[in-house]
T-cell receptor
Framework: NAGVTQTPKFRILKIGQSMTLQCTQD?????MYWYRQDPGMGLKLIYY???????DKGEVPNGYNVSRSTTEDFPLRLELAAPSQTSVYFC?????????????FGEGSRLTVL | KNEVEQSPQNLTAQEGEFITINCSYS?????LHWLQQHPGGGIVSLFM???GKKKHGRLIATINIQEKHSSLHITASHPRDSAVYIC?????????FGTGTLLAVQP
């Protein structure tokens, strides 16, 4: 997916461990989003950012933290992993002009917490 | 009630059929996206609409902002169109996702 790099693609964590999902974009866009997708469910917004230094909670922020120190990077941190956080995580940015342009998604990060 | 409702949830079609997927939403929006997710999991943006109709190849998307409804049409469907199609209205800086329509096109 053009412009959005998401890592890692797969990760297995033990309960209580911590990790950071990385998302980097090269499209110089202010808006960035983190979603999780559970089997058979729609994507749920975890956190989003409208610019460097500005973040806000989405629908399901509990258990996660984010930061946005630069326009390019929007890492998502899990502090104390729980089985309920087993999911596929997607980072996304609107790629077009303005905030409602075409969306670009990272390839997804499949996280399993055991 | 969910803010975004898609129908049908599952759809099986024969190759060549005309397909329609519907999306209704209850919030005020500035635009709406249609997305495609293949079995491998990657998500691709198909359309962004704020009014009227857009066409790209065999895909057509329409939206009626007043009626809070959008449709995605696929003409001359093909097995490679098999995927999950997701409607995502954009409201107040955020996207709201439908649960998707699982389309299977059989040869």
């Amino acid at each position: 997916n053009a412009g959005v790099t998401q890592t890692p693609k797969f990760r297995i964590l033990k309960i209580g461990q911590s990790m950071t999902l990385q998302c980097t974009q090269d499209m110089n866009h202010n808006y960035m989003y983190w979603y999780r997708q559970d089997p058979g469910m729609g994507l749920k917004l975890i956190y989003y950012s409208v610019g460097a230094g500005i973040t806000d909670k989405g629908e399901v922020p509990n258990g996660y933290n984010v930061s946005r120190s630069t326009t390019e990077d929007f890492p998502l941190r899990l502090e104390l992993a729980a089985p309920s956080q087993t999911s596929v995580y997607f980072c996304a940015i609107p790629g077009g002009v303005g905030r409602t342009g075409e969306l670009f998604f990272g390839e997804g990060s499949r996280l399993t917490v055991l | 009630k969910n803010e975004v409702e898609q129908s049908p949830q599952n759809l099986t079609a024969q190759e060549g059929e005309f397909i329609t997927i519907n999306c209704s939403y209850s919030v005020g929006i500035s635009a709406l996206h249609w997305l495609q997710q293949h079995p491998g999991g990657g998500i691709v943006s198909l359309f962004m609409l704020s009014s009227g109709k857009k066409k790209h190849g065999r895909l057509i998307a329409t939206i009626n902002i007043q009626e809070k409804h959008s449709s995605l049409h696929i003409t001359a469907s093909h097995p490679r169109d098999s995927a999950v199609y997701i409607c995502a209205p954009f409201a107040t800086n955020k996207l709201i996702f439908g649960t998707g329509t699982l389309l299977a096109v059989q040869p």
